[in-house]
T-cell receptor
């Protein structure tokens, strides 16, 4: 499968713990995006990388959230001191052209 | 700021009948418009896009969409619905890129989604 890969698919964590998600984009896609989707809502933009440079961050991305894309390949999204409100599906997407291709997401449940 | 409205939470259609899922948008410049489909516990799958040119664009699985600039709409259509089309459909918009060097304007703004239910 040469699509966008996300790991893990599911994560259950206790409130206050840190979690890290990984995204492997489609090979040679220079743009990478993170979105968050909650039940009954469309995906909401979190952040965007072009190669290794983080070019845009949403106001939704609080100080507890950090994303990296070392060497312009895979990306990680870390959430520190998780809260129940962080429970959501975290989607990664990549692109070279106008349309973005999404991974299957990581579903985070904070208990 | 860019925004998308999908006025219908759910659309019900009989198999074999035509379907329409509505979408209206707002952007400051020229729009890039997209439709995605999401099946349960899956990521979003790209269906089609409008960038420029013909107002009627064709996409995957027999879907098409019509761009109407005066009505700021981009409705998704299919001439004959299938039960397997039942899923959650999202319309999305972004501004056409104006800042090529900085990559500005790349984020997609999604609607809240429309659940399509196709019944026998």
């Amino acid at each position: 499968d040469t699509g966008v890969s996300q790991d893990p698919r599911h994560k259950i964590t206790k409130r206050g713990q840190n979690v890290t998600f990984r995204c492997d984009p489609i090979s040679e896609h220079n743009r990478l995006y993170w979105y968050r989707q909650t039940l009954g809502q469309g995906p909401e933009f979190l952040t965007y990388f072009q190669n290794e440079a983080q070019l845009e961050k949403s106001r939704l991305l609080s100080d507890r959230f950090s994303a990296e894309r070392p060497k312009g390949s895979f990306s990680t999204l870390e959430i520190q001191r998780t809260e129940q409100g962080d429970s959501a599906m975290y989607l990664c997407a990549s692109s070279t052209g106008p349309e973005a291709f999404f991974g299957q997401g990581t579903r985070l449940t904070v208990v | 700021a860019q925004s998308v409205a999908q006025p219908e939470d759910q659309v019900n259609v009989a198999e074999g009948n035509p379907l329409t899922v509505k979408c209206t948008y707002s952007v400051s410049g020229n729009p890039y418009l997209f439709w995605y489909v999401q099946y349960p516990n899956r990521g979003l799958q790209f269906l089609l896009k409008y960038i420029t040119g013909d107002n009627l664009v064709k996409g995957s699985y027999g879907f098409e969409a019509e761009f109407n600039k005066s009505q700021t709409s981009f409705h998704l259509k299919k001439p004959s619905a299938l039960v397997s089309d039942s899923a959650l459909y999202f319309c999305a918009v972004r501004d056409a890129p104006r800042l090529r060097l900085t990559g500005g304007g790349n984020k997609l703004t999604f609607g809240t989604g429309t659940q399509l239910k196709v019944e026998l």
